[in-house]
């Protein structure tokens, strides 16, 4: 009995350390993404500000790299930030995590760890985002994001995608297209960062958790440098 008992306890701590090392490995995952939003907010060219300030909720997917990818397995792993409110005119919540998956994105990495950061610009696509897995294409209209000061002269592109998506790799940062990519809840890891099994939708939209500390550097940021949504209100119903 009493090595039966020895036997459980260290099979319980191995399971308790395991855990744990997961949750520090979420915990990561969003501290980066923190790092990674506020360097390319930092580039003289970067999102245009106009967008910013128009975009429901911001993914952001810090060092993809290409050696992960592999036929039918391959991902890049993220956050998903939104406004809250019901209207998303309130201040930035909490982040879920996401993955994103597709052959299509080891072609465009060329070898190299690579940031990327997607911009969701309607209700719309910010709701197909939290209840399904999500086609970049065809389940949701996207395109490369234009870049700059403002996205005047980019009123098509703008106007047509419900989401806008950005690359840094070596150190230079352009839009990129992810058509035929797909984006999808990562249920395992926000039950790792969170403690309990929730959705994505339960995180963003019902506000069931509070913000954790490792997201308080990204979702600070976003409070500082996009306080409030200024998408046409009639856009938001």
């Given at each position: 009995?009493?090595?039966?008992?020895?036997?459980?306890?260290?099979?319980?701590?191995?399971?308790?350390?395991?855990?744990?090392?997961?949750?520090?490995?979420?915990?990561?995952?969003?501290?980066?993404?923190?790092?990674?939003?506020?360097?390319?907010?930092?580039?003289?060219?970067?999102?245009?500000?106009?967008?910013?300030?128009?975009?429901?909720?911001?993914?952001?997917?810090?060092?993809?790299?290409?050696g992960a990818f592999g036929v039918g397995a391959s991902y890049g792993r993220g956050v998903m930030v939104c406004r809250s409110g019901e209207h998303y005119t309130g201040k930035w919540g909490a982040p879920a995590l996401y993955?994103?998956?597709?052959?299509?994105?080891?072609?465009?990495?060329?070898?190299?760890?690579?940031?990327?950061?997607?911009?969701?610009?309607?209700?719309?696509?910010?709701?197909?985002?939290?209840?399904?897995?999500?086609?970049?294409?065809?389940?949701?209209?996207?395109?490369?994001?234009?870049?700059?000061?403002?996205?005047?002269?980019?009123?098509?592109?703008?106007?047509?995608?419900?989401?806008?998506?950005?690359?840094?790799?070596?150190?230079?940062?352009?839009?990129?297209?992810?058509?035929?990519?797909?984006?999808?809840?990562?249920?395992?890891?926000?039950?790792?960062?969170?403690?309990?099994?929730?959705?994505?939708?339960?995180?963003?939209?019902?506000?069931?958790?509070?913000?954790?500390?490792?997201?308080?550097?990204?979702?600070?940021?976003?409070?500082?440098?996009?306080?409030?949504?200024?998408?046409?209100?009639?856009?938001?119903?």
């Open positions: 009995m009493k090595k039966f008992m020895a036997c459980f306890v260290v099979v319980l701590m191995s399971a308790v350390a395991t855990f744990a090392a997961n949750d520090e490995h979420e915990q990561d995952r969003v501290k980066d993404a923190g790092a990674v939003m506020k360097e390319i907010l930092n580039i003289p060219d970067d999102i245009p500000q106009d967008l910013l300030d128009k975009a429901e909720c911001v993914i952001v997917l810090p060092s993809v790299k290409k993955a994103l998956e597709g052959v299509s994105i080891g072609f465009q990495l060329g070898g190299q760890a690579t940031d990327f950061v997607l911009l969701v610009m309607n209700p719309k696509g910010a709701r197909s985002l939290l209840s399904s897995k999500v086609k970049l294409g065809a389940d949701a209209s996207a395109a490369a994001g234009p870049k700059g000061r403002t996205a005047e002269g980019a009123t098509d592109i703008v106007m047509n995608a419900e989401i806008l998506s950005y690359s840094r790799n070596k150190g230079l940062f352009a839009g990129v297209s992810l058509e035929g990519s797909t984006l999808r809840s990562d249920g395992s890891a926000n039950e790792k960062l969170y403690g309990k099994k929730l959705t994505a939708k339960e995180i963003i939209r019902e506000g069931k958790v509070g913000i954790p500390a490792c997201a308080h550097d990204l979702v600070s940021l976003l409070d500082t440098k996009s306080p409030v949504n200024k998408s046409d209100p009639k856009s938001l119903e």
